[in-house]
């Protein structure tokens, strides 16, 4: 898996930081506007700036203005954390933790999250046991 490159640019920057903040991957993202996850990642470290149409295209996935993506104008819309109960932030943050381990690393934590689930679904889970 190649590593993490950081962002050369602000835009860059704003760019991974409000497609962490949806909790989405680069791929889902690029899914959302008909791109490819190559492209989203060149936009996030190597582009100074998208072409346009694809600046709008980012904005309206990201639920956000053009000019709050570019920049000009501070983001207004909260990200989804801000509206949850005490207990929903915690997973949440937890979450975002588990979107900035490696690939592998990620996979192996839904793969647990999946067997947990699927387990108390059959009634082994640790309240079947009580």
């Excluded at 909790?23 to 470290?45: F, K, P």
């Excluded at 207990?87 to 937890?94: G, M």
């Amino acid at each position: 898996m190649p590593s993490k490159v950081p962002a050369s640019s602000a835009f860059g920057k704003r760019l991974t930081d409000l497609r962490l903040a949806r909790g989405l991957t680069q791929t889902q993202l690029a899914e959302l506007i008909g791109s490819s996850q190559r492209a989203i990642s060149h936009y996030e470290t190597v582009a100074d700036f998208p072409p346009p149409g694809v600046i709008i295209e980012l904005a309206c996935a990201l639920k956000v203005t053009t000019d709050e993506l570019l920049g000009l104008r501070t983001i207004k819309s909260a990200p989804l954390a801000d509206a949850l109960d005490p207990e929903s932030k915690r997973l949440w943050r937890q979450l975002k933790q588990v979107m900035a381990l490696p690939e592998k690393d990620r996979r192996a934590v839904v793969r647990l999250i999946n067997s947990l689930v699927a387990g108390r679904s059959n009634g082994h889970g640790a309240a079947a046991h009580r």
